[in-house]
């Protein structure tokens, strides 16, 4: 480190800039090489860009963006200031990083969703953490780090408004590494709580940003194809429908998240395809109505699921539709059910995943007091490992099943028959599949070996 900075006071010669390292460190599909997906199935992340942008302005302050997705952090990283921002599956490797910096004298603060859920945890890793969403105590702690009085953990404030933020520094990512860098986010959290998601127990209530700011980003990055990242985009509909109206006057094509209340409302479902939403990651997450109240998405149940798909393929919005396996009410015959209703209402771009008990969720805490949890090793915790006792069907069989359905409906034959029955952007699906194809064929080379987590193994 540059001699003429003292991190344990904050004091450094006016001569140079303060350096800040901002890390978005890897999860289980990077242990080899540069992961399982490849370029064209990776987009820009939002959270580093917009932590660079809320830097303040008058701080003379140099910083670098590392996205372990596609390089290393390299560990003789020269900073001044280390910021780390973690979710549940990459919570090891983000410890092992901040331990790594701290142990070189380099102050390092933890940020992101899993320091929000178990922050006593990520404290003992950090010598300052953030709780919540960080708009407003990002730039507070850095002015107490330059100032010599950091404190040691910074909650979001209550009142948080997502109103006149600057612009994310986008232009600090390589492009060339992402098939897009132009992800944008109008809205933050959900109006529901699924009992295991992280979002209601880390977040709270949802947040907008006004309208008119979500356009003048959009303006200003130049571009007619986008992604929103938000969670919910149509968390709530009367917001959701001034977005539409604006973005249908910008000729823009766009994907995004939201439910299958979107087929609820002709109106709101008409404004998205006018304003150019070409595909939605839709949450169908089970075929069971029992499932759908154990985890509180009864609203799935409104509407048949057939129907959804329907009116989204009527207005030419393909699907990539989420389904998760583990519930307490599946048995062993849900993996083939599943893969027959996808296969017969022929989802474009189907996804799979094992329930997983995120920490400090409602779902976590019901397992825990059963004790069915069978590992806190976070790093398994990516939907993919089996991390707790499942109740009608043992651990390998709901792996086993997942696996098996991953790779049924990624069968050569399968994705024709899909693709060739919607007959949706064909090109773009196309290469999606076969970008999933790789994947379902390759989960356990990228995936860790040992997915099945056995008791005995947690009790030792």
Not at 385 to 400: D, K, N, R, T
Request: aromatic content about 10%; overall charge neutral.
């Amino acid at each position: 480190m540059d001699p003429d900075w003292r991190p344990a006071t904050g004091e450094r010669c006016a001569s140079r800039a303060l350096r800040i390292a901002l890390l978005s460190p890897r999860g289980p599909l990077y242990k080899h090489r540069s992961g399982i997906w490849k370029k064209s199935l990776r987009y820009a992340p939002l959270t580093l860009t917009t932590l660079a942008s809320l830097i303040p302005r008058d701080m003379d302050a140099e910083v670098i963006l590392i996205d372990e997705g596609i390089t290393e952090t390299p560990l003789d990283l020269d900073a001044d200031l280390i910021g780390i921002s973690a979710i549940t599956g990459t919570a090891p490797r983000s410890y092992s990083l901040a331990d790594h910096f701290r142990s070189r004298g380099i102050p390092v603060v933890l940020g992101g969703v899993h320091p929000t859920l178990v922050p006593q945890e990520a404290a003992e890793h950090a010598d300052s953490i953030v709780v919540g969403y960080a708009e407003q105590t990002w730039p507070q702690l850095l002015r107490d780090f330059v100032g010599g009085a950091m404190r040691e953990r910074y909650d979001q404030d209550p009142n948080l408004s997502l109103a006149d933020l600057p612009f994310p520094r986008r232009d600090l990512l390589p492009s060339r590494h992402y098939v897009t860098m132009n992800t944008v986010e109008a809205t933050r959290g959900c109006i529901h709580s699924c009992r295991f998601c992280v979002v209601p127990s880390a977040w709270g209530r949802p947040l907008q940003r006004p309208v008119g700011d979500v356009v003048a980003d959009i303006k200003q990055m130049r571009m007619r194809r986008l992604i929103f990242l938000d969670l919910n985009l149509i968390a709530d509909v009367d917001y959701a429908k001034e977005l539409f109206t604006e973005l249908a006057t910008l000729k823009l094509k766009w994907g995004g998240l939201t439910t299958t209340m979107i087929a609820w409302d002709d109106e709101l479902l008409d404004l998205a395809a006018r304003s150019g939403c070409r595909g939605l990651l839709l949450g169908f997450e089970s075929l069971s109505r029992g499932s759908l109240a154990e985890t509180r998405k009864s609203f799935n149940m409104r509407t048949d699921y057939y129907d959804v798909v329907r009116r989204l393929h009527e207005r030419g919005i393909s699907i990539m539709g989420c389904f998760v396996f583990g519930f307490d009410g599946d048995t062993p015959d849900v993996f083939e059910q599943t893969v027959d209703f996808v296969m017969d209402v022929n989802i474009d771009l189907p996804r799979y995943a094992i329930l997983t008990p995120f920490p400090s969720t409602p779902l976590f805490r019901q397992l825990e007091n059963e004790g069915r949890i069978l590992t806190r090793d976070w790093s398994l915790y990516d939907g993919q490992h089996v991390v707790h006792e499942p109740m009608q069907m043992s651990p390998e069989w709901l792996l086993s099943g997942t696996e098996w359905a991953w790779k049924r409906t990624y069968e050569h034959r399968s994705i024709a028959k899909r693709l060739l029955c919607s007959r949706i952007q064909m090109p773009t699906l196309y290469a999606a599949n076969l970008g999933y194809r790789f994947y379902a064929n390759n989960l356990s080379t990228f995936y860790n070996c040992d997915w099945v987590v056995r008791r005995e193994r947690a009790a030792a």
